[in-house]
């Protein structure tokens, strides 16, 4: 069966047909059929990309750095399964992440010793390489309110060793009156309507897409964006990030 963008919504095409230049829109578009290739980046807490790479290689993987971020890669042979089998994975040297994930906390750019609040942080990997950027110094917050996703996060932090995170469970809306003007820095890695993530051989990645979403997500956003700006210092920095193309999501809920 031919896996082809028409597959879905139509309404969400005619939305995205709105906002992508025509000459970007097959670039675009390619995302949702082109299934993107495994990447990682290394947890500079336990090892250097140096010596992952070396060891990496010598098992058969073929890896191309990543000319923006030293310490990332692409996996250009070898198999995501391969990958986690491995014994640095299994020692938590290494992290599976896509590159856009890894955008974020770059933009944040925490420094030692400062503090830091990833506001929706489950399950973990931009709070990971947070505590990498830091190296291990500093005080993060990393809370989510979901339990089960709470619970992952933890488990994460604990196998990576980032030992200068404190997770919490609890809604992100009430760090603004409980934390108000504590943070250096905040991540507000909102929950959206995770329209950059379909997959057409995967039903279940747009299934659920409706307009009506997108609205529900506003919603949820506007809340945790005034809560991070609350809790964040006179003269400190915020990104706010989603992974949707929807612009009331984005520089709707911004402006």
């Not at 990309?49 to 250009?76: C, H, M, N, S």
């Not at 299994?90 to 974020?104: A, D, I, K, N, T």
């Not at 659920?208 to 956003?221: A, G, L, N, S, T």
Request: proline share 9%; net charge positive.
């Amino acid at each position: 069966m031919a896996h082809t963008v028409s597959a879905l919504p139509a309404e969400f095409l005619e939305r995205l047909r709105t906002l992508v230049p025509p000459g970007q829109w097959e670039a675009i578009t390619k995302t949702f059929t082109t299934p993107p290739p495994t990447t990682f980046r290394v947890n500079t807490l336990k090892a250097s990309p140096d010596t992952i790479r070396r060891q990496l290689e010598a098992e058969g993987f073929k890896l191309e750095p990543v000319p923006w971020y030293p310490a990332a890669f692409v996996v250009r042979q070898g198999r995501l399964r391969d990958l986690q089998a491995t014994a640095c994975y299994q020692r938590g040297e290494l992290y599976v992440q896509s590159l856009s994930s890894m955008l974020p906390p770059l933009v944040l750019d925490p420094q030692p010793g400062e503090s830091v609040l990833d506001l929706t942080a489950a399950p973990g990997s931009k709070t990971l390489q947070i505590a990498c950027l830091m190296q291990g110094r500093g005080r993060i917050v990393a809370n989510d309110k979901d339990r089960v996703r709470f619970y992952k996060l933890r488990a994460n932090l604990e196998l990576q060793g980032a030992q200068n995170v404190e997770p919490t469970c609890r809604p992100g809306e009430l760090f603004g009156k409980t934390h108000p003007g504590t943070f250096d820095r905040v991540l507000v890695d909102a929950p959206c309507s995770a329209e950059a993530r379909f997959q057409v051989r995967e039903p279940a990645s747009y299934g659920y897409w409706k307009p009506r979403k997108i609205h529900e997500m506003v919603h949820k956003q506007r809340k945790l964006l005034r809560a991070g700006l609350q809790a964040l210092k006179p003269g400190g920095v915020l990104v706010y990030a989603t992974c949707t193309f929807a612009p009331e999501e984005n520089e709707g809920v911004i402006d």
